[in-house]
């Protein structure tokens, strides 16, 4: 008799808390997932309100970053042309889609997109979310369909469960794959670049920066260079750590005024070739152009520039130097943190043990 009853308490036990799992839409619950940046460097990053990072739907977003499912024939997955040791990008001149089609654009370099307002190189998309769906749907690019996709991702073995942990809902819907994908994009953050004393000594009291820096134009030190190019290149390339929020007039091949988003010069030693069309194979050509071609182009009566884009870089360095300079905009943590790494590439990859280390 005891023992029916102690059975009976059990089974009711249990459907309670079945019940309370499944018909309480807020059962489910997350773990914030606490974004770490620079933030003497950095300003604070924008994070819409509906969309808040938490551990679950980070690493659900890193899986589907990662996961060829998202293309029409399941080869190509957003890594494919992202990759991390390319600082994100996929060391090509034009990216290629899932079916082979070649597109007409240089594949950009992922970081710090938490801080940008404008997405893709003419700025069109203006939320991470907003623009997840334009690659998968591209017939050129990656090709699928969004039917087809949800249908794939629902009847998966494992990306419901996922989703109900981070979401609160086993049903895949467009928004919710959006959410965790912006979420993991928006995790990719530069560690800070540390620039060496000998770089960065003040100038002396009774000297502004400026005619510091024109006092040591010959100067050929990195010192000098730095300083040629904070007030050069800076105009547009802000900081270091993290690119314009803005879109500039900016054509670097003809006047004919075409918007471009000003490019993070982060590990751009990794990012080759260079341009939003890829015409640039190595950094000497860049500068090569910008000494040589600009002059003429209206780019430089842009307001934020502190004097014409002519003669600027190039010509007085020799080019081991500019090469050792630009090695301070490397950030080896973009490049190998096992965070943003592929998840699939690891032997042991199991979706149950999925964690991240910092948490
Ligand atoms: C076929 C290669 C390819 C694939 C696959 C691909 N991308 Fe891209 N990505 C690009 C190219 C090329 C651009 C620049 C596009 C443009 O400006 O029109 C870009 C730009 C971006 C940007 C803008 C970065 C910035 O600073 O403005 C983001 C974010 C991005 N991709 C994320 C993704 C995500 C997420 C996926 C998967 C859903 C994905 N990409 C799949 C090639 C690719
Ligand atoms: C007026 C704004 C402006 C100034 C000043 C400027 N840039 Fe740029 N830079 C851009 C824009 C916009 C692009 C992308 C252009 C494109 O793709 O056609 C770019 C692209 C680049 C790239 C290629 C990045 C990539 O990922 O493909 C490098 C490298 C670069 N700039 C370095 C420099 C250096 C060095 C200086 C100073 C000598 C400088 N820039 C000055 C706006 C500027």
């Known amino acids: 008799m005891k023992k029916k009853v102690v059975g009976a308490a059990i089974v009711v036990f249990w459907l309670f808390f079945v019940a309370l799992t499944k018909f309480n839409p807020n059962s489910y619950t997350t773990r914030p ?103 998968i749907l591209e017939p050129k690019e990656m ?64 000297m502004s920066e400026t005619d510091y820096y024109y006092k040591n134009v010959k100067d050929t030190t990195l010192r000098g260079l730095y300083f040629r190019f904070a007030n050069m290149c ?18 670097l091949i003809d006047s004919n005024a075409t918007l471009f988003k000003v490019p993070s010069l982060l590990n751009i030693s990794n990012t080759a070739p260079y341009m939003h069309d890829g015409r640039f194979k190595t950094l000497p050509e860049v500068f090569e152009h910008y000494d040589d071609h600009i002059a003429d182009l209206h780019l430089f009566q842009n307001s934020r520039l502190k004097q014409p884009l002519n003669n600027m870089f190039v010509k007085d360095y020799d080019k081991s130097h500019i090469e050792e300079f630009f090695k301070f905009f490397k950030d080896d943590n973009i490049l190998r943190n096992p965070e943003w790494s592929n998840p699939f590439s690891n032997k042991n990859f199991s979706w149950q043990t999925l964690v991240l280390k910092k948490h």
């Open 33 to 135: 997932y606490i974004l770490e940046y620079d933030s003497t460097a950095m300003e604070k990053p924008f994070i819409p309100a509906d969309n808040p990072l938490t551990i679950e739907g980070v690493e659900l977003g890193r899986l589907l970053f990662y996961d060829s499912i998202l293309s029409v024939n399941n080869t190509q997955s957003c890594g494919s042309c992202h990759k991390q040791s390319l600082g994100f990008t996929d060391g090509r001149k034009l990216s290629i889609g899932a079916r082979g089609d070649t597109l007409e654009r240089n594949a950009m370099a992922l970081v710090n997109l938490a801080w940008n307002k404008y997405y893709f190189w003419d700025g069109r998309q203006k939320s991470l979310e907003s623009l997840v769906f334009e690659p």
């Open 143 to 206: 090709g699928e369909t969004e039917d087809r996709l949800l249908k794939k991702l629902n009847t998966h073995p494992y990306y419901p469960t996922l989703f109900s942990k981070a979401f609160g809902s086993p049903k895949i819907t467009r928004t919710n794959v959006e959410k965790a994908i912006a979420q993991f994009l928006r995790t990719i953050v530069s560690s800070g670049i540390h620039l060496p004393p000998e770089v960065l000594n003040n100038p002396p009291e009774n």
């Open 234 to 251: 800076g105009a547009c390339h802000i900081s270091e750590v993290y690119n314009d929020h803005e879109i500039l007039a900016t054509n």
